[in-house]
């Protein structure tokens, strides 16, 4: 397995497919970021946003600065307060 992440320089997982002739499974495991990598930054991403929801940011604002969907917004904001009466009980 792959230990560092390779581009695919704007192709989607089909296009390598078709131009290398290599199983799609082999492409998205080359191209996959680690999974450390991903949780790390997550969990920044997540921390930018509730400091933001701090600040006084509507979510749609802080979706637009952080560059994601309110959905996201709404999820860690959502996951940060059960987290923290998972905590308290």
Do not use: F
Not at 65 to 72: A, F, I, P, S
Not at 73 to 83: E, G, I, N, P
């Amino acid at each position: 397995m792959a230990t560092e992440r390779m581009s695919r320089n704007g192709l989607t997982v089909q296009d390598l497919v078709e131009r290398t002739g290599v199983s799609r499974t082999n492409i998205v495991q080359w191209t996959a970021e680690p999974r450390e990598e991903y949780l790390s930054r997550a969990q920044q991403r997540h921390e930018q946003i509730r400091q933001l929801r701090a600040e006084g940011l509507s979510m749609r604002a802080i979706a637009a600065k952080v560059g994601c969907t309110v959905g996201t917004v709404h999820y860690a904001l959502t996951r940060a307060a059960t987290a923290g009466k998972k905590d308290i009980a």
